[in-house]
């Protein structure tokens, strides 16, 4: 192979370079596509949340399901170049299939800017998106093996840098796509009406998978390509079948015992098959652990949403730096510590970084939990009252009177006994005093809307926890006579009726925009855009919509539930050892893969390791369904009880694993095989002689 050393750069195979950068684009196309997937079925296509997410996880749990598809391929027919360059394709196509399904334009025949025959937008973005999994599952485990392939015998340094910097290629792909393309969906284009340009935001990652495809193609002439060896996976199916087959048969005291149980198929196959399918068992059965990490993994990031979504983008931007740093640093220097700090050992290690992480999640959540508000007891209630009148309004409730002045409310929530809450009164200057009749609901809190001179209505919160995730709860309260229609951010609040509440509805971080819309047209002088207060984690807001003076609209902003206290710099800690976890475990995961698996199943063992992280994700979706703590802190307790159980299931399970060098047991077959056949040619060139002698 002078071919690699004439492209050599740095001790690398320059081939590498396009590999990289091939990976690169494939991971920005297909997180930038990823990231729109719930807003375009919700926002283009209008189907619920529900149905969003669960038509969304399908697909992510599809993409992670065919890279045994790709492999198959790749090891048993087309060779891994061959595989790359044409699932390459379909994944193109996909993307553009998808582009395709979300212009409106295409069946929007009365030109109102709404498409008037959905199901052919939704046939569309299926086929898109199925393609799209056959296309970025498929290539994923040939990519990195294909990149492995491309090193020499001795060259394992660079073959594991190699594998850091694909991880890297990777992370940074997802990281800078997913801060671009929201900023490609707010503009709008279209050709009869302008909408959210949805063509352009899943355009550019088709032209990005286009570009991945001609970076990879341009390297064709430097490319190590092996051929793949007949249906090999046939051949292990088989092969294991009889050895099992055969071990059964052969089940009796009488018979002597085999070393291996893939020994009983020396009959039938030959002994290159069964020391390569040794290898790739080896490997496997150490993995079965491995989903059960992985879905802990993913509770993680799940779990930690007390933080914005930028946490995610801090993930991403931590692996960046993370990954040269324990390549160039940490490892060179545990290894002059002089310990051998192997494969096995520190994907063990990666696990324990993982379970610490989640203790350390753990304290943050005591932290948080010290300031959570205080919520009723199942047999009590919580009050609030909240005056939208003009006039000043006293409540009475047993045991105390409060008085609350226009447009303002009571200090917090009060609480009363379900028992004794007997009458609440409400007066004002000059009017009668009228009992408050409301059966409320115990465990719940309420607020109790006045305006003079004697109005009065009970609205249930339907908020007796914190806003999940760390988002953000706002309702309207509509102080005006007339109904109201009111659009904060992307969310609708329709048919507000007057001297009533909304439900409430959630949002991110920042500030947002609102307008408000009557019937009766609120006058063409008033500013058409409010804005929100600056919402930051976890808290809750009523806004009671009231009039200026110069009657436009004005918002009173009322908070009901406090935002989170703690300091991101508590939280900072945990994301560092989930990722230096994470860089730890997933590089040397692909690189031991590589390296313990026979030549002609490389692809395949890099499937096996994608397959563990599929199985984490099912795991995942089947418990997401199941028993929730009631203590947040104590399920993280817990989580980490399990990772740590699994660490130390997979630290004993790798103590008996021996390390081989396939390429070297290879070696040995090819010379034995060459020594037999000169054997065979001697005696077939001794034979007649002798045959005259006699």
């Given at each position: 192979s002078g071919m690699s050393k004439s492209y050599g750069c740095f001790g690398y195979p320059l081939s590498i370079f396009f590999i990289v950068v091939n990976e690169f684009c494939e991971r920005f196309s297909y997180y930038g596509m990823r990231a729109l997937l719930i807003l375009y079925f919700r926002r283009f296509i209008g189907w619920d949340d529900n149905l969003s997410t669960a038509i969304y996880h399908t697909f992510v749990a599809l993409c992670y399901l065919t890279p045994i598809l790709g492999a198959l391929i790749a090891d048993s027919w087309l060779g891994k170049f061959k595989t790359i360059v044409s699932l390459s394709i379909v994944y193109t196509i996909g993307q553009a299939v998808t582009a395709v399904s979300s212009i409106n334009d295409l069946t929007d025949y009365n030109k109102d800017g709404t498409p008037d025959n959905l199901s052919v937008h939704v046939a569309l973005s299926m086929i898109g998106l199925a393609l799209i999994a056959l296309g970025t599952g498929g290539i994923k485990p040939c990519v990195s093996a294909f990149g492995g392939d491309q090193f020499e015998e001795g060259q394992e340094k660079q073959r594991n840098r190699f594998f850091s910097i694909f991880y890297l290629a990777i992370n940074a792909g997802s990281l800078i796509s997913t801060i671009v393309t929201p900023m490609l969906r707010v503009h709008e284009c279209g050709i009869y009406s302008q909408k959210a340009c949805y063509p352009l935001a899943f355009g550019v990652p088709a032209a990005l998978m286009a570009v991945s495809l001609i970076v990879f193609v341009i390297g064709s002439g430097m490319y190590k390509k092996f051929q793949p060896q007949g249906n090999v996976m046939g051949k292990v199916v088989k092969c294991i079948g009889f050895a099992l087959k055969n071990r059964f048969r052969h089940r009796s005291k009488q018979f002597p015992k085999r070393e291996h149980w893939l020994d009983w198929a020396k009959e039938k196959y030959d002994e290159r098959l069964i020391s390569q399918i040794k290898m790739v068992t080896k490997v496997m059965f150490l993995y079965i652990p491995l989903p059960m990490f992985w879905a802990l993994f993913d509770q993680q990031v799940g779990l930690l949403e007390v933080q914005p979504d930028q946490m995610q983008t801090v993930n991403a931007i931590l692996i960046v730096v993370m990954v040269p740093i324990m390549d160039a640093v940490v490892y060179p220097l545990i290894a002059k510590c002089g310990f051998n700090f192997t494969s096995l050992k520190r994907m063990t290690v990666g696990m324990f970084l993982a379970s610490m992480a989640f203790v350390m999640a753990a304290i943050v959540q005591l932290e948080i939990d010290k300031t959570l508000p205080v919520f009723p007891k199942q047999n009590e209630v919580q009050i609030k009252v909240l005056n939208i009148g003009n006039g000043a309004m006293n409540v009475s409730f047993p045991g105390t009177v409060v008085t609350v002045s226009q447009m303002s409310q009571v200090n917090g929530f009060m609480t009363f006994d379900v028992d004794k809450l007997t009458s609440i009164n409400i007066s004002s200057t000059g009017s009668p005093v009228i009992p408050v009749t409301y059966n409320f609901e115990q465990g719940h809190r309420h607020t109790l809307l006045v305006w003079a001179p004697n109005n009065y209505r009970v609205v249930k919160d339907g908020l007796n926890q914190k806003p999940e995730k760390g988002e953000n709860g706002i309702r309207f309260i509509n102080s005006l006579n007339e109904s109201l229609?009111?659009?904060?951010?992307?969310?609708?609040?329709?048919?507000?009726?007057?001297?009533?509440?909304?439900?409430?509805?959630?949002?991110?971080?920042?500030?947002?925009?609102?307008?408000?819309?009557s019937t009766q047209q609120i006058s063409q002088n008033c500013t058409k855009v409010l804005q929100s207060s600056n919402l930051e984690f976890g808290s809750a807001y009523t806004y009671v919509i009231g009039t200026q003076s110069t009657g436009c609209p004005e918002l009173h902003m009322f908070e009901d539930i406090s935002p989170n206290t703690v300091n991101m710099a508590l939280q900072i800690?945990?994301?560092?050892?989930?990722?230096?976890?994470?860089?730890?475990?997933?590089?040397?995961?692909?690189?031991?893969?590589?390296?313990?698996?026979?030549?002609?199943?490389?692809?395949?063992l890099?499937?096996?390791?994608?397959?563990?992280?599929?199985?984490?994700?099912?795991?995942?979706?089947?418990?997401?369904?199941?028993?929730?703590?009631?203590?947040?802190?104590?399920?993280?307790?817990?989580?980490?009880?399990?990772?740590?159980?699994?660490?130390?299931?997979?630290?004993?399970?790798?103590?008996?694993?021996?390390?081989?060098?396939?390429?070297?047991?290879?070696?040995?077959?090819?010379?034995?095989?060459?020594?037999?056949?000169?054997?065979?040619?001697?005696?077939?060139?001794?034979?007649?002689?002798?045959?005259?002698?006699?």
């Open positions: 229609n009111i659009t904060m951010g992307d969310k609708v609040y329709v048919n507000v009726t007057s001297h009533n509440a909304s439900e409430y509805q959630f949002f991110s971080l920042g500030t947002k925009n609102i307008t408000i819309s800690p945990q994301y560092f050892l989930i990722t230096c976890g994470e860089v730890v475990f997933s590089v040397t995961g692909l690189e031991f893969s590589y390296s313990q698996a026979p030549s002609n199943m490389k692809s395949v890099q499937a096996g390791w994608l397959l563990t992280v599929a199985v984490g994700n099912i795991i995942v979706l089947i418990v997401a369904g199941a028993g929730q703590f009631s203590e947040q802190w104590a399920e993280y307790i817990l989580f980490a009880a399990l990772l740590l159980v699994v660490c130390v299931i997979f630290a004993i399970m790798a103590r008996f694993y021996t390390y081989v060098n396939p390429a070297e047991i290879e070696a040995q077959f090819d010379d034995d095989e060459k020594k037999n056949l000169e054997k065979m040619n001697v005696y077939s060139t001794v034979t007649p002689v002798s045959q005259t002698q006699m």
